[in-house]
C-alpha cells in the first residue's frame, strides 16, 4: 500500500494503537474529506514501514 502511495505522491500519516492493537493509515481525498484505514497491529510487525509523506505528530514523538 505504501508504495502505491509514493507512487502517486500521496501523503499520509500513520499510526499504531497499542491499546486497540490497531495501526491506522489516514489520508485525504481530493474534497479534503480523511478517510481512515484500520488493520491489525499484529499483521504489520513485520513490515518495515517507508517515511510517509506526512507524518503525525505522535508518530514523531513515538520515535516511529
Known sequence: ???T???EDIAWR???????GLN???IEDPSSVT???NFPAAEMAHLTIPHPAVR???SA???E
Open 1 to 3: 500500500m505504501w508504495k
Open 5 to 7: 502511495l509514493e507512487s
Open 14 to 20: 500513520d499510526r499504531t494503537v497499542p491499546s486497540l
Open 24 to 26: 491506522q493509515v489516514f
Open 35 to 37: 478517510v481512515e484505514l
Open 56 to 58: 503525525s505528530q505522535e
Open 61 to 63: 514523538k513515538a520515535g
